[in-house]
């Protein structure tokens, strides 16, 4: 193994996580999205979950969520903020992080 | 403790400041509850990182010698990078580490430091619950009572709010807004195991020694830096950046780190090892004038990072001995107390007497000057050049050098008035 770039999926593999499935503890609302000019989520996460779609629309998955909470602080607020519910997993699900 | 609470008080969050404050309480005979939402203490938490042993020294003497620890820090270290050229600066002062003494402090990783100081709380009879997530804080009367977490309900004197950067808890308790963006930065960082031999070789330092790195100009102009801890076998490198300049310059942070990674001054320090995790966190980096303006209100406190105790200097960050301090404050208020009602008062006045407000009071001019745009690229580009006219030889005539450095000062886009600016803008806030 050496030193390389990695993409955010391949060091996500490095992780250890307890994904839950049955509770998003992110989610947005597309149509807000949509509105949203700067889309500043597109470049604050470090795991790279917010991406654009062919539709030029906002697509998220909330599986791989490192829980910094960047995201929803720059998340901008036109009239209301496409991040609709930011809260931590419940417990035990999430990373998990073993050297931190 | 009251009628109704089936504790005197209630931690939430087992990270550095809660564990600190359960151990203090618990050690003068409270019945304290931790609540902490991974599987075990330090599983969602991320440092840089070093910890400063004073503060665990405060808590016990003698704790930070037996404590869960890399390297003892012996190279303080300064690099600043522009394109593919660095500088790098190595200071080294043997009285950091006396014998005889603690050394002053030591590199750290979060999982493993958290869980061994949470397990010294449990020692002195705190208890200590994982895997539960408080939702909710319990109201009565205007005054917090007791917390909730899925069905449960639990009942304390006084209820702290220890949960970190995202103090969620904070919030329902009416004491701060949600985290506004221009006071706070996403840091990554990556863990790399090596050799020790390999680290020590790498670095010019023994075994049990370590390096601590701060990076400059690796942001492209972004408010931010990076840095690198050569822990026993592994190194966090790392990066903060403020999430504004990311989407101002529509930069990806994981695509900006990886870069780093690869710079010709830095992928020899970590070429060969293996990425071991991918770790990031909020860092509140607004200092003093970020604190809340009340750190309680009646039956609750909040400390550490839910707090905003953290320190950047530019040269050193400070957040874990910042934590500790204010989770011995909050145990020695509430210890010292007459009732709930009078411990938070109190709290501010221990905040004081352990010098965690003066200390950050003293460093908030910092702010100021890591406002200033041009240190993020500009600067370390111009004594980069600076360097490079001085080492370059070709047979040419050199250049008088005042002169030349008058040139490159353009070159870079700065004045010699934007020099004089920073340097009475330095004298006035640090």
């Given at each position: 193994?050496?030193?390389?770039?990695?993409?955010?999926?391949e060091l996500?593999?490095?992780?250890?996580?307890?994904?839950?499935?049955?509770?998003?503890?992110?989610?947005i609302?597309?149509?807000?999205?949509?509105q949203?000019?700067?889309?500043?989520?597109?470049?604050?996460?470090?795991v790279?979950?917010?991406?654009?779609?062919?539709?030029?629309?906002?697509?998220f998955?909330?599986a791989?969520?490192?829980?910094c909470?960047?995201c929803r602080?720059?998340?901008?607020?036109i009239?209301?903020?496409?991040?609709?519910?930011?809260v931590?997993?419940?417990?035990?699900?999430?990373?998990?992080?073993r050297?931190? | 403790?009251s009628?109704?609470?089936?504790?005197?008080?209630i931690?939430?969050?087992?990270?550095p400041?809660g564990?600190?404050?359960a151990y203090?309480?618990a050690?003068?005979?409270?019945?304290v509850?931790?609540?902490?939402?991974?599987?075990t203490?330090?599983?969602k938490n991320?440092?840089?990182g070093?910890?400063?042993?004073?503060?665990l020294e405060?808590?016990?003497?003698?704790?930070?010698?037996?404590?869960a620890?890399e390297?003892?820090?012996t190279?303080?270290?300064?690099?600043?990078?522009?394109?593919?050229?660095?500088i790098?600066?190595?200071?080294h002062n043997?009285?950091?580490?006396?014998?005889?003494?603690?050394?002053?402090?030591?590199?750290?990783?979060?999982?493993?430091?958290?869980?061994?100081?949470a397990?010294?709380a449990e020692?002195?009879?705190?208890?200590?619950?994982?895997?539960?997530?408080?939702d909710?804080l319990?109201?009565?009367?205007?005054?917090?009572?007791g917390?909730?977490?899925?069905?449960?309900?639990?009942y304390?004197?006084?209820?702290?709010?220890a949960?970190?950067?995202?103090?969620?808890?904070?919030?329902?308790?009416?004491?701060?807004?949600?985290?506004?963006?221009?006071?706070?930065?996403?840091?990554?960082?990556e863990?790399?195991?090596?050799?020790?031999?390999?680290?020590?070789q790498?670095?010019?330092?023994?075994?049990g020694?370590?390096?601590a790195r701060?990076?400059?100009?690796?942001?492209?102009?972004?408010?931010?830096?990076?840095?690198?801890?050569?822990?026993?076998?592994?190194?966090?490198?790392?990066?903060?950046?403020?999430?504004?300049?990311?989407?101002?310059?529509?930069?990806?942070v994981h695509e900006?780190?990886?870069?780093?990674?690869m710079?010709?001054?830095?992928?020899p320090?970590?070429?060969?090892?293996?990425?071991?995790e991918?770790?990031?966190?909020?860092?509140?980096?607004a200092g003093?004038?970020?604190i809340?303006?009340?750190?309680?209100?009646?039956g609750f406190?909040m400390?550490?990072?839910?707090?905003?105790?953290?320190?950047n200097?530019?040269?050193?960050?400070?957040?874990?001995?910042?934590?500790?301090?204010?989770?011995?404050?909050?145990?020695?208020?509430v210890?010292?107390?007459?009732?709930?009602?009078?411990?938070?008062?109190?709290?501010?006045?221990?905040?004081?007497?352990?010098?965690?407000l003066?200390?950050?009071?003293?460093?908030d001019?910092y702010?100021?000057?890591?406002?200033?745009?041009?240190?993020?690229?500009?600067?370390?580009?111009?004594?980069?050049?600076?360097?490079?006219?001085?080492?370059?030889?070709?047979?040419?005539?050199?250049?008088?050098?005042?002169k030349?450095?008058?040139?490159?000062?353009?070159?870079?886009?700065?004045?010699?008035?934007?020099?004089?600016?920073?340097?009475?803008?330095?004298?006035?806030?640090i």
């Amino acid at each position: 193994m050496s030193i390389e770039k990695m993409e955010a999926a391949e060091l996500l593999s490095k992780n250890k996580f307890n994904v839950d499935e049955e509770i998003a503890h992110i989610e947005i609302d597309k149509t807000i999205c949509a509105q949203c000019r700067e889309k500043p989520c597109l470049y604050v996460c470090p795991v790279v979950l917010y991406k654009l779609d062919k539709n030029g629309d906002i697509s998220f998955d909330y599986a791989g969520c490192l829980e910094c909470g960047t995201c929803r602080v720059v998340c901008h607020d036109i009239g209301s903020k496409g991040i609709v519910k930011w809260v931590y997993p419940r417990g035990t699900f999430g990373v998990n992080f073993r050297y931190g | 403790m009251s009628e109704e609470a089936q504790f005197d008080a209630i931690i939430i969050g087992g990270g550095p400041a809660g564990a600190a404050c359960a151990y203090t309480l618990a050690k003068a005979g409270k019945e304290v509850l931790v609540i902490e939402r991974a599987d075990t203490p330090g599983a969602k938490n991320v440092t840089g990182g070093r910890l400063y042993t004073y503060a665990l020294e405060i808590l016990e003497e003698g704790l930070s010698q037996e404590a869960a620890l890399e390297r003892k820090v012996t190279h303080e270290q300064i690099m600043m990078l522009s394109g593919d050229r660095s500088i790098s600066v190595d200071y080294h002062n043997p009285a950091f580490n006396t014998a005889g003494q603690p050394p002053m402090s030591y590199t750290v990783l979060r999982a493993v430091f958290d869980e061994w100081l949470a397990g010294k709380a449990e020692e002195m009879g705190a208890m200590l619950v994982c895997g539960i997530m408080v939702d909710d804080l319990i109201e009565q009367d205007g005054k917090i009572v007791g917390v909730l977490a899925g069905e449960d309900e639990m009942y304390a004197d006084i209820v702290i709010a220890a949960d970190g950067v995202n103090s969620f808890m904070a919030q329902k308790a009416g004491l701060i807004a949600d985290i506004k963006q221009e006071t706070v930065g996403v840091g990554v960082k990556e863990v790399i195991e090596l050799p020790a031999d390999t680290i020590q070789q790498r670095f010019n330092i023994k075994e049990g020694e370590g390096a601590a790195r701060m990076l400059l100009g690796c942001t492209e102009g972004i408010h931010g830096g990076g840095f690198l801890y050569t822990n026993k076998d592994s190194i966090s490198l790392g990066a903060v950046f403020m999430p504004e300049g990311l989407a101002d310059k529509k930069k990806s942070v994981h695509e900006m780190f990886q870069e780093l990674k690869m710079h010709p001054s830095i992928y020899p320090l970590i070429e060969g090892g293996e990425t071991v995790e991918y770790a990031a966190h909020l860092v509140s980096e607004a200092g003093f004038r970020g604190i809340p303006q009340k750190l309680y209100r009646d039956g609750f406190l909040m400390i550490g990072d839910a707090a905003g105790f953290v320190i950047n200097t530019g040269y050193s960050i400070r957040g874990i001995d910042l934590a500790i301090l204010s989770g011995i404050a909050a145990a020695r208020a509430v210890i010292g107390a007459e009732n709930a009602a009078a411990a938070g008062a109190r709290y501010v006045t221990e905040l004081e007497n352990i010098k965690l407000l003066p200390i950050m009071k003293a460093v908030d001019g910092y702010f100021d000057l890591l406002e200033t745009p041009f240190i993020y690229d500009k600067v370390p580009n111009l004594a980069i050049d600076v360097f490079d006219s001085l080492f370059t030889v070709h047979g040419d005539v050199p250049e008088k050098m005042s002169k030349n450095i008058m040139k490159l000062i353009k070159t870079n886009g700065l004045s010699i008035w934007q020099f004089i600016k920073l340097g009475i803008k330095g004298v006035r806030s640090i």
